[in-house]
C-alpha cells in the first residue's frame, strides 16, 4: 500500500534531504514540495490529498502548528523542526511522529513506519461498521454503529456521539474517533465537532443543519477541508460557475 508524501520546508537543504528519503524508500512517492504552508493547501482541498506530509514547524506566513488544524482529518502529519519546545502541542495536534533535525535516515524511517501502520489501519476500518467505546460506568463498553452517527461533539476531556435520540459518551479526543470512522463520510467542521456527511440536510455561511434539526458550527479553520469532503456530493452546473 503506497504512501503519498508531501514536504513542507522553507529550508532547502531540509526538503532536499526529505526528498532523498522518501525516493529512497520503497512504498513511498512524492507528491510535491512546498517552501510554505499557504501555496499547498490546495494539495488538500484537491480529490487526492496526500496521505503524509512532513511539516516544519517554524514557518514564516503561517506555521506548521496552525497549518496541522486546517488539514486534521485530510492527511497524517510528521513535524520536522530544530526546535524540541514544540513537541506536546504538535501531539495534541495528533501528530504521527516528532523529527527533530537534522533528520537521520533510521529515524525517518521509523515515523514512516509509525505513519504505514495508521494508513492500513485507517483503511481497514473503511470496512468496519460499529466499534465499542468505553463509557463513564466502570467496566461497561457501548456498541456504537457508524451509520447511526449523526455527529460528534467535544466536550472537555470526552466526546458525545450523537445517534437520533441516543447520546453515548466515551472518553476519547475528536482525533482519536476520527481514525476508526469510515473514510470520506465524515468530516471535522469545528474544533469540537465532526458530523456524518449524510446527515446534514442544508449548507450555509457558519453552519450545517443536521436531518434532526441540530446546527453544527462551521469553524474558518476548516471551512476548505470542509467542502473539500463535500465536493463530490455538489451538483452545481458549470453555467453557475
Partial sequence: MELTCLIIDDEPHARELLAAYIHRTPGLSLQGVYAGA??????FNSAAPPNLTFLDVDMPDMNGLDFASLVNGVTMVVFTTSFREYAPEAFEKNAVDYLLKPIAYPRFLAAVQK??????ARAASEERRFFFVKTELKGKFSRVNTADIDFIESLGNYVQLHMGKEKVAAYLTLGEVLEHLPAGQFARVHKSFVVALRAIRTMEQGQ???????????????????MSA???YLLISKRNS
Fill in 38 to 43: 499557504p501555496e499547498a493547501l490546495p494539495e
Fill in 115 to 120: 505513519a504505514s501502520g495508521l494508513h492500513k
Fill in 208 to 226: 450545517v443543519k443536521l436531518h434532526d434539526g441540530s446546527a453544527i458550527p462551521v469553524g474558518r479553520a476548516y471551512s476548505a477541508a470542509f
Fill in 230 to 232: 463535500m465536493k463530490p
